[in-house]
């Protein structure tokens, strides 16, 4: 496997408009016989539907949802970030790329994540004209706040909706081409498989989830915004059909996955409350700005928190980081969390959560002032836990968000196969080893609005491609594939549920193999041991897991089924990527790699590398190849929050 | 807070397939949380019924955090249940008491097809927007973002008419299956925006058309699309459509 990242020559400020200035173009009257297909529909695959049939190609747009509006992209709270510097507080493009770079701990590509901040204010143009009710100050212009580890006020926001209504302007500007028949719409639709024509991506099957019918589909690029797998891990704070699938099924055809360890562990979600639980909910760290985190001084202290005077308490965020305090990055903020919680001072019936305290906000700024800020973010709250936060401390505790690790991709966001693009969480591509609030929504617009248009152009100009069709050979042998999988996936299901167990029931015990052993904090030890009983569950689910119903109807359970089966081989390469890391990096902790006082501690000598996985098949052990990472521009500094 | 367990009684709708005639069946079950989602319960209810070799229940949810709006079923009678404002994936089980008895339907409406048991097509809903729910503006060379200020008081009433999840509860709502507070909502956030100015006439015949097209009813005041609105959209938005539509229709 050849990783060429393909960085463009020049001075960081001038690499992306060298690029498009070097990079071929498409004829506009020759764009509409270039075909797109489009696989999601969240920021990222919303926005690069809509550019790229603007710009007149023929595109073709998949979801799995019953609307393309649905994508897990509308969940996102907090806010964009975007290096206006409106607040004139000393931002600038150089500041935003410089904090993301530092903040994935120099572990991404110092030319993409540049570009990311350059394209930043173009996002915030683009949808402030899509009709993007934005917060504003009263004198009419957009305000902004500061987020999660950044010391600039750069963040957009509206309410606590932001995902949701960039999402709805991405959708907005999608249903204007598809009104105008330039996209093809294809909802309820999910991605079993991509198909290869002499190497490169030339089309997908689809299973729709209504009837069960599989259907090819062919094009000239494939692109993939697929989202992340958190999920992998059962509870995360992903949506419910959030999976891998797509980028799993790549994967398996020559597409190298990089960084698959990097999982982001967000430190303000609710706290798990059973073992029915079906998923967990982000409260936005935008709360950190004014809520301050604390627990018992006294191990074991289960006295109410009114009833816990101030002198016993420990704001061990703000003793700990005095200048960043309750704003120190996701990572800190969750370990911190997870080191007070094994050290026995954890609060709530579970012992696993930290309060996040608003009284003294209240008492200096005033209910609704603080109300303002964070109502619905308190509605929500008190409707899942019934616990009103203007009353008492709320409690957090870490879960899994986002994933940084994806698909590798070049500087024009193409994997390693040619012609299959992956944009948005589904690539790895600028948050390196941790992503910062407020910048998975950047990203996902940047990719989709703003680079892919580009790149495809480059791509579509610059190779010669034959015409294909569904007719090709190699489309019903894929289908094929999907068939025979989905069929050894019911085989097991003659007879009865008998002595079987559920889809849930397997996806829950990966899930707690991978959080107790691949999660904030790994050693070699627990690794190995991942590694050892992985096989075990695989197996259990091959020849234990119970799937009602056929595989030609709407069959929910066979859905989750089909996901899960690629959770479990993709959990193998997550682990083997943790072990093979030995350096403590961005969001995760290696135990055997600590500094003197216990902080991470970053191994530039070995691991300066983003690490890329390459299948070998059925029961191989995948290989590890390493893209080198250069900084120029930037020097790698150990991160320190003190 | 605190946790109890309660025993319930579930009648809820199975249907095969959209072709097929559906009816309600009867289910049991013990020992629910209280701190449970709805869509907990209804997990529970599925693994019990698939460990027992029965069908599951079919129903749409995913982000189960109140905002992507796929998830949407009537609980005795009451779209998205009996807690104001709230979704279902929201609703949490301290509302009910040991013993209820809850009907579960699904979002019933002439322009909701129902597919199998819960789950219905709403994707009426996308061609209403799909019509002029947007600003004509394609990507690239928009102007800068506070090129033109908007009073924070605009936004805000922008936002809260953009707020709308679009879960159709008020379409399964209303006696007449009128898609108004959801046409409306959109409407008047584009109307109340600069942005929105330029298209302000043809967006406003456009999605009203089309809402028709789509075999949706008419607005005759009942207002109980507003109360099961899990977001609280206002029906001053309904007012603000019909305003828009008769000065675009009249004046032209």
Redesign the interface.
């Known amino acids: 496997m050849e990783l060429k990242s393909n960085v463009p020559a020049g001075p960081l400020a001038d690499k992306w408009d060298n690029h498009r200035f070097s990079s071929k173009l498409v004829n506009p009257a020759n764009r509409r016989k270039y075909k797109a297909i489009v696989v999601g529909t969240g920021l990222a695959g919303a926005s690069a539907s809509a550019t790229l049939a603007e710009q007149g190609y023929d595109v073709s747009t998949f979801c799995i949802q019953d609307s393309p509006r649905r994508a897990h992209s509308i969940a996102a709270q907090g806010g964009i970030n975007a290096a206006k510097n409106y607040q004139n507080d000393g931002d600038s493009i150089y500041r935003l790329f410089y904090d993301t770079i530092k903040g994935g701990d120099f572990r991404s590509r110092e030319a993409n994540v540049y570009r990311l901040a350059q394209v930043s204010n173009n996002i915030i143009d683009q949808c402030v004209a899509q009709g993007v009710p934005f917060a504003r100050e009263y004198g009419g212009t957009l305000a902004n706040r500061s987020f999660g580890g950044a010391q600039v006020s750069r963040t957009f926001y509206a309410r606590g909706q932001t995902g949701q209504q960039l999402l709805l302007g991405a959708y907005s500007a999608l249903s204007r081409q598809i009104k105008a028949a330039k996209v093809t719409m294809h909802t309820r639709q999910e991605m079993m498989e991509l198909v290869l024509v002499d190497g490169t991506a030339r089309g997908i099957v689809t299973r729709d989830i209504i009837s069960g019918k599989l259907t090819s589909h062919s094009a000239d690029v494939v692109i993939l915004a697929t989202g992340g797998y958190g999920n992998a891990y059962f509870l995360s704070t992903n949506a419910m059909a959030s999976n891998v699938t797509a980028a799993w099924r790549a994967h398996k055809k020559g597409a190298g996955f990089a960084n698959p360890c990097f999982v982001q562990i967000h430190p303000t979600c609710i706290p798990v409350h059973g073992s029915y639980q079906s998923k967990l909910t982000l409260m936005s760290e935008s709360l950190r700005n004014d809520g301050r985190v604390w627990v018992p001084k006294k191990p074991g202290d289960t006295r109410k928190p009114a009833s816990i005077p101030e002198e016993e308490r420990d704001y061990y965020l703000e003793n700990k980081y005095p200048s960043f305090g309750n704003l120190v990055p996701r990572d800190v903020a969750s370990r911190n969390a997870k080191e007070q919680c094994d050290a026995g001072k954890g609060v709530g019936s579970t012992q696993l959560a930290v309060y996040l305290d608003f009284a003294e906000a209240i008492r200096r700024d005033g209910e609704a002032t603080i109300l303002k800020k964070y109502g619905n973010l308190f509605q929500m709250y008190e409707k899942i836990t019934d616990s009103n936060p203007l009353d008492e401390p709320m409690m957090i505790y870490p879960a899994v968000h986002y994933t940084m690790g994806g698909l590798w991709v070049d500087y024009n966001l193409m994997t390693t196969i040619p012609g299959l693009f992956a944009i948005g969480e589904c690539n790895f591509s600028d948050h390196g080893a941790n992503r910062l609030g407020a910048s998975a929504l950047m990203q996902g617009l940047a990719d989709g609005y703003f680079i892919i248009g580009n790149t495809i152009a480059n791509y579509l100009g610059s190779t010669p491609l034959d015409a294909v069709d569904t007719e090709h050979p190699q489309f019903p042998q894929a289908e094929k594939q999907v068939q025979d999988r989905i069929a050894k996936l019911l085989k097991n299901s003659e007879g009865g549920p008998e002595g079987k167990i559920t889809v849930d029931d397997i996806h829950k015990e990966l899930g707690l193999l991978l959080w107790d052993h691949c999660g904030m904090s790994r050693d070699k030890e627990g690794l190995e041991k991942a590694l050892t009983e992985l096989p075990a569950i695989q197996e259990k689910f091959w020849k234990h897991v119970y799937i009602p119903g056929s595989g030609e109807e709407l069959n929910q359970s066979l859905e989750r089924a089909g996901r899960l089966a690629d959770f479990l081989e993709f959990a193998e390469i997550m682990i083997r990527d943790a072990l093979a890391r030995e350096e403590s990096c961005g969001c995760h902790l290696r135990e055997e790699s600590q500094t003197e006082e216990n902080e991470a501690k970053r191994d530039d000598n070995n691991y300066s590398h983003v690490a890329v996985w390459e299948y070998q098949g059925e029961s191989k052990e995948p290989t590890l190849h390493k893209e080198e990472l250069s900084f120029e521009n930037v020097t790698p500094s150990q991160r320190s929050y003190k | 807070?605190t946790?109890k367990s309660i025993d319930l009684s579930l009648e809820i709708w199975r249907q095969?397939?959209s072709k097929a005639t559906g009816d309600f069946e009867t289910y049991t079950l013990q020992n629910i949380?209280t701190?449970?989602?709805f869509?907990?319960m209804l997990?529970?209810l599925n693994?019990n019924?698939?460990?027992?070799?029965?069908?599951?229940v079919?129903f749409?949810?995913?982000?189960?955090?109140?905002?992507?709006?796929?998830c949407g079923a009537v609980v005795n009678g009451i779209a998205h249940g009996p807690?104001p404002e709230?979704t279902l994936c929201?609703l949490?089980m301290?509302h009910f008491n040991s013993g209820d008895t809850l009907v579960i339907e699904p979002f019933r409406s002439r322009a909701f097809p129902i597919?199998?048991d819960l789950?219905t097509?709403?994707?009426a809903?996308?061609r209403i927007?799909?019509?002029g729910?947007?600003?004509?503006?394609?990507?690239?060379g928009?102007?800068?973002?506070?090129a033109?200020?908007?009073?924070?008081t605009?936004?805000?009433l922008?936002?809260d008419a953009?707020?709308c999840?679009?879960c159709g509860a008020c379409v399964a709502s209303c006696p007449n299956g009128a898609a108004m507070l959801f046409t409306g909502a959109k409407i008047s956030?584009?109307s109340l925006?600069s942005?929105?100015q330029p298209e302000r006439k043809e967006r406003a015949m456009a999605m009203v058309t089309a809402m028709d097209k789509e075999g949706f009813g008419n607005c005759t005041n009942e207002r109980e699309c507003e109360a099961v609105c899990p977001k609280g959209i206002s029906i001053r938005n309904i007012a603000i459509m019909n305003r828009e539509y008769v000065k675009a229709s009249v004046l032209g």
């Not at chain 2, 928009?142 to 506070?146: R, T």
């Open positions: 807070m946790t095969k397939d949380s701190d449970m989602s869509l907990e997990d529970v693994e019924l698939t460990r027992e070799g029965r069908d599951p079919a749409d949810h995913d982000c189960r955090e109140g905002i992507c709006g796929m807690e709230t929201q949490h301290r597919m199998k789950i097509d709403r994707s809903l996308d927007i799909q019509a729910g947007y600003v004509s503006v394609n990507t690239g928009a102007p800068d973002g506070n033109i200020p908007i009073p924070s605009t936004a805000e922008a936002m953009a707020s999840i679009g956030q584009l925006l942005q929105g």
